[in-house]
């Protein structure tokens, strides 16, 4: 991708819109605003030293919760029922009548719709560490916490009244994050929400257009194949960040925030359940590697929000069509003490970015592969 076309046309210099193709939706690209001054919101910077264990921490090892549960003297991962979930098992069923007292003599009409949202929400301690993070943790200790994803995953998909299970995390607390202490959750829901809805549609569509010519075609198949072969062509059309067999990060050509990236698996994967040990072993290497370079980056720990979009359940219906891959979202613009905000004309009309996602994977390849505090 040249620099300039013949008409002129700058990616880095003059403002465009791009295509995400996994939601239907598009971006706003301004990359001559990146030399705006700032005068905005500046994060306090966060408090590096942290003890191995806090005794006042709700997460630590033989520490009570604010339940009064008390967490076992866990070793390595530890999963446990999330004490203030956004859904439950059990629960009545929202009937007509209960709609009638918020919707009144409206209840029938398609302009007032409700469902019942039942599940069932679990945290998992990565380590028992207090003092470490993600980047931070040895490969063997982030291999075991994709098989606790794995054992999780597998679990839920038995239960008939799970539809959907969401594995995230949120680091840091400009991510919301209410604990320090490095864990991540998992929401089961008897639905599937709305953004994997939307992912899942893209890819049944996709497959449904290029049948004829391939019936296993696959949106992030050829995304990923499509970026390899941009890479190879040269630094200025590359958004690759880091690869190894079976994964690959890079920053997505659509990317919404600064420094967003996305790990998808190389090969037509449905979801962590069909990866195997040296697969696990690969992408613990791009995980850590990634989160890496994001602490790196700005000599901080990177806040994110990440979650692995995969099948929804073992059994779903739409499995086939879906390719296992990790989204982070990660709020930081020009240091560790300046974030975006989605604000403005992004919540009324459409998302809006300055760096350029090939800007921002150039930077998140020269950072060093280990971590600063090494």
């Known amino acids: 991708m040249a620099s300039l076309d013949e008409e002129g046309f700058s990616f880095s210099g003059h403002s465009h819109r791009r295509f995400n193709p996994l939601t239907g939706s598009w971006v706003l690209c301004s990359p001559h605003r990146a030399k705006r001054p700032w005068l905005g919101q500046v994060e306090e910077a966060a408090?590096?030293?942290?003890?191995?264990?806090?005794?006042?921490?709700?997460?630590?090892?033989?520490?009570?919760?604010?339940?009064?549960?008390?967490?076992?003297?866990?070793?390595?991962?530890?999963?446990?029922?999330?004490?203030?979930?956004?859904?439950?098992?059990?629960?009545?069923?929202?009937?007509?009548?209960?709609l009638a007292l918020v919707a009144g003599e409206n209840a029938s009409s398609d302009l007032f719709r409700v469902e019942s949202a039942r599940g069932q929400c679990s945290v998992?301690?990565?380590?028992?560490?207090?003092?470490?993070?993600?980047?931070?943790?040895g490969l063997d200790e982030i291999c075991q916490i994709i098989r606790t994803w794995q054992s999780v995953y597998h679990e839920l998909s038995a239960n008939s009244g799970i539809a959907y299970i969401q594995i995230f995390e949120n680091k840091g607390a400009a991510m919301g994050?209410?604990?320090?202490?490095?864990?991540g959750q998992v929401w089961a829901l008897s639905v599937v929400p709305s953004e994997p809805a939307k992912e899942i549609e893209s890819l049944k569509a996709y497959r449904q257009a290029h049948m004829s010519a391939n019936p296993n075609a696959c949106l992030l198949c050829a995304y990923v194949s499509a970026e390899e072969g941009n890479a190879a062509a040269g630094e200025q059309s590359s958004r690759l960040v880091l690869q190894n067999k079976s994964f690959v990060a890079l920053v997505p050509f659509w990317a919404t925030w600064p420094f967003e990236t996305m790990i998808v698996a190389k090969h037509h994967i449905a979801s962590i359940a069909d990866l195997c040990e040296p697969k696990i072993a690969d992408l613990a290497?791009?995980?850590?590697?990634?989160?890496?370079?994001y602490d790196n980056l700005f000599q901080c720990s990177f806040p994110y929000s990440m979650g692995l979009h995969q099948a929804?359940?073992?059994?779903?219906?739409?499995?086939?069509?879906?390719?296992?891959?990790?989204?982070?979202?990660?709020?930081?613009?020009?240091?560790?003490?300046?974030?975006?905000?989605?604000?403005?004309?992004?919540?009324?009309?459409?998302?809006?970015?300055?760096?350029?996602?090939?800007?921002?994977?150039?930077?998140?390849?020269?950072?060093?592969?280990?971590?600063?505090?090494?």
């Open 124 to 137: 998992i301690c990565f380590s028992p560490r207090h003092d470490l993070t993600l980047p931070e943790l």
């Open 285 to 293: 290497e791009i995980m850590q590697g990634l989160t890496c370079r």
């Open 47 to 98: 408090r590096e030293q942290r003890p191995a264990h806090d005794p006042a921490c709700f997460l630590c090892p033989g520490n009570k919760r604010a339940t009064g549960t008390t967490n076992d003297c866990y070793t390595s991962t530890y999963v446990f029922p999330n004490d203030y979930a956004a859904v439950h098992a059990e629960q009545p069923d929202c009937s007509a009548d209960s």
């Open 177 to 183: 994050c209410s604990n320090p202490h490095p864990h």
């Open 312 to 374: 929804p359940t073992a059994t779903h219906p739409d499995a086939a069509c879906c390719h296992l891959h990790m989204h982070f979202y990660p709020p930081l613009l020009r240091s560790a003490t300046v974030r975006k905000f989605l604000v403005g004309f992004e919540m009324m009309a459409e998302p809006q970015r300055d760096l350029t996602a090939e800007q921002a994977a150039s930077r998140l390849r020269a950072q060093s592969p280990t971590h600063y505090k090494s």
